[in-house]
Nanobody, 118 residues
Framework: VQLQASGGGLVQVGDSLRLACAYSGRTFSTDVMGWFRQAPRKAREFVAHINLSGTSPYYVDSMKGRFTISVDNAEKTVYLQMNALKPEDTAVYYC????????????WGRGTQVTVSS
């Protein structure tokens, strides 16, 4: 499986961005795609995940209401819509796939940089 994240950029406080994670290879609707982020000098943190069937989205509490994760199966792409961006959202964002019964995210894409300027 290969993942390719895109959509990052430099935005102002309050702006929106939509990140995309294009996936290829053998996947199943029960696989779970997650978004993570890592800010400078901080540990990587989980943001949200969703089944590739498009069901059961889950968010870290601090992201609820501002971030929306979704799947376009025809395009084989998982999106992360981010609204009302804050400077603390500045980070490299990664997508990762968890497959089958694994509890680990075994496939990772290269990150995409999001910078929120005040």
């Amino acid at each position: 499986v290969q993942l390719q994240a895109s959509g990052g950029g430099l935005v102002q406080v309050g702006d929106s961005l939509r990140l995309a994670c294009a996936y290829s290879g053998r996947t199943f609707s029960t696989d779970v795609m997650g978004w993570f982020r890592q800010a400078p000098r901080k540990a990587r943190e989980f943001v949200a995940h969703i089944n590739l069937s498009g069901t059961s989205p889950y968010y870290v509490d601090s992201m609820k209401g501002r971030f929306t994760i979704s799947v376009d199966n025809a395009e084989k792409t998982v999106y992360l819509q981010m609204n009302a961006l804050k400077p603390e959202d500045t980070a490299v964002y990664y997508c990762a796939l968890r497959q089958g019964f694994s509890t680990l995210y075994g496939s990772w894409g290269r990150g995409t940089q999001v910078t929120v300027s005040s």
